[in-house]
């Protein structure tokens, strides 16, 4: 393999295992703060159960979060100081606001929640939650602001003399129509994320507990569990509506503005484009990426044209082929690189069309979830039946892939650009992946590749094994007020540092 391909793989690797933590810590640390609200509120015991039981998991998810995110931040210099060069001035200001507005956000106020139980009042203390939760999130509007740019370049001049991007107007690049579409998707993207994890682990114990056949269990099912399962079947109805929303305002702006990523998910292969455009389900001879093996199989009609123009049929329906695409790229950039080698301009094939295909199917384990869940604990029912647990817990992971395959169709449709040119801005901000890797030799990036890959097993090993041992724990039997308003805050069992 070439620097490039190792390059690309080791961002890859890192990228994807960095946002297994990110969905989460963004959907779940308002729901606690929701759960907190409502033990404050109200004064009921279940709450603040509850609060302390899934803010120790969310707590774990950070903190593995903010680990795995660090490498982010160096690889760009290290492993694409090509990139880091020509557009740094603008991607690094993004980034900076994240790290100085939003993570000392995040940190100050989470390490006041952790250590704030017996020291802040109440109010004070649910204050430090809901600062932690929006801070959360600001730091995800920041991180796709930066992500947006390379997607739909906006704000900046190029400057001739320097070969550099520079920032022109950064009011523009938080304005970007590409982040607005983006933010409310990975946010809602969260949401169901964090809704199934509760409803998951929630529908887990409450059979848990009715296997058991005693009364007392399955009034603890009632009582702690099945608010937690109701709260996340409502968010991952809600959350589900947003993402199926944006995500069609996403489509139909991604297809203005990238629209050979839209030509490669669904493969079009006519040389002339193609009206009234269906959904493929299933395509044959993807692999070899070349357009004349690939055979349609099966699909929906007028479907991916809908989604892309809003046009079932006729001429708004229309949309280019990938030899189009190519053949108007090469008129536009030039068919060749500097180094005289043909330049592809559609991504690959069977990577862009599966995971497009498999983000959207993996969201129907979060559907089942819902639906199963409410139905059998209608009516203050404690469901027993084995094969709902087993549903509960592989209902969990289906949202983390979901959002995998999401950050996979993203980044590998836009290739071969690592800054995609923008088609009404400025034609020399643009830049290919190519051209943004470092110089270095292919032994030394494959070995940090090798390092990262390594750590990182061992962190998901970790991470795994911290959440399995709580979650089976389950929400402490005993939990009583020690804030310093309390009458008698007693003795609490401490099953976790905070």
Not at 215 to 232: N, Q
Not at 404 to 428: C, H, K, L, S, Y
Request: aromatic share 12%.
């Amino acid at each position: 393999m070439q620097t490039l391909d190792l390059a690309r793989w080791q961002f890859a690797i890192t990228t994807v295992y960095h946002f297994i933590f990110v969905p989460l810590t963004i959907g779940l640390a308002p729901l606690v703060a929701g759960m907190q609200t409502a033990w404050v509120r109200t004064g009921d015991e279940k709450w603040l159960r509850l609060t302390r039981f899934f803010g120790k998991l969310l707590l774990i998810n950070f903190a593995l979060g903010v680990v795995t995110g660090i490498v982010q931040e160096f690889q760009f210099g290290m492993a694409w100081s090509g990139y880091s060069r020509t557009v740094g001035d603008i991607f690094g200001a993004p980034l900076a606001m994240e790290a100085l507005a939003a993570f000392f956000i995040e940190s100050t106020f989470l390490g006041l929640w952790i250590f704030g139980w017996d020291r802040l009042s109440k109010r004070a203390h649910l204050v430090c939650i809901w600062l932690f939760a929006f801070a959360v999130n600001l730091s995800a509007f920041f991180i796709i602001a930066a992500n947006s740019w390379m997607q739909h370049p906006v704000g900046a001049v190029w400057n001739a003399e320097t070969g550099r991007a520079e920032m022109d107007d950064f009011a523009q690049v938080l304005t970007n129509s590409t982040l607005w579409g983006a933010f409310p998707h990975t946010v809602t993207a969260s949401f169901l994320t964090a809704g199934t994890f509760m409803a998951g682990i929630a529908l887990y114990w409450m059979v848990r507990l009715g296997r058991t056949g005693k009364a007392e269990a399955a009034e603890h099912a009632r009582r702690v569990y099945r608010p937690a399962l109701r709260i996340g079947v409502v968010t991952m109805v809600v959350a589900g509506l947003g993402v199926a929303w944006t995500g069609d305002y996403q489509g139909k702006l991604m297809f203005e503005q990238q629209p050979a990523k839209m030509a490669a998910a669904e493969a079009i292969c006519g040389a002339e484009g193609e009206e009234a455009v269906g959904l493929s389900l299933l395509s044959v001879g993807l692999a070899s990426g070349d357009c004349e093996n690939v055979s349609t199989l099966l699909a929906v009609p007028g479907l991916a044209s809908f989604l892309a123009t809003g046009s079932f049929t006729g001429p708004d329906s229309f949309l280019p082929s990938v030899p189009q695409v190519q053949g108007e790229r090469e008129a536009q950039f030039g068919a060749v690189d500097e180094d005289g080698e043909p330049i592809a301009y559609t991504p690959p094939l069977a990577i862009t069309f599966w995971s497009f295909r498999l983000m959207i199917a993996t969201g129907l384990g979060s559907v089942a979830l819902a639906l199963v869940g409410w139905w059998m604990t209608r009516k203050d029912r404690v469901p027993a039946r084995p094969w709902v647990g087993r549903l509960a817990v592989i209902a969990i992971f289906t949202p983390f892939l979901g959002a995998a395959f999401g950050w996979i169709f993203t980044e590998v449709g836009r290739q071969p650009w690592v800054v995609a040119p923008n088609p009404t801005g400025i034609d020399e901000i643009r830049l290919l992946t190519a051209r943004g890797v470092s110089d270095l030799p292919p032994g030394v990036v494959l070995t940090s590749m090798v390092v990262l890959t390594l750590v990182y097993g061992v962190l998901a090993m970790a991470w795994g094994k911290l959440m399995h041992r709580y979650v089976v724990e389950g929400a402490n039997t005993v939990v009583r007020d020690v804030s310093p308003s309390a009458d008698d805050p007693g003795d609490t069992p401490l099953s976790f540092a905070y």
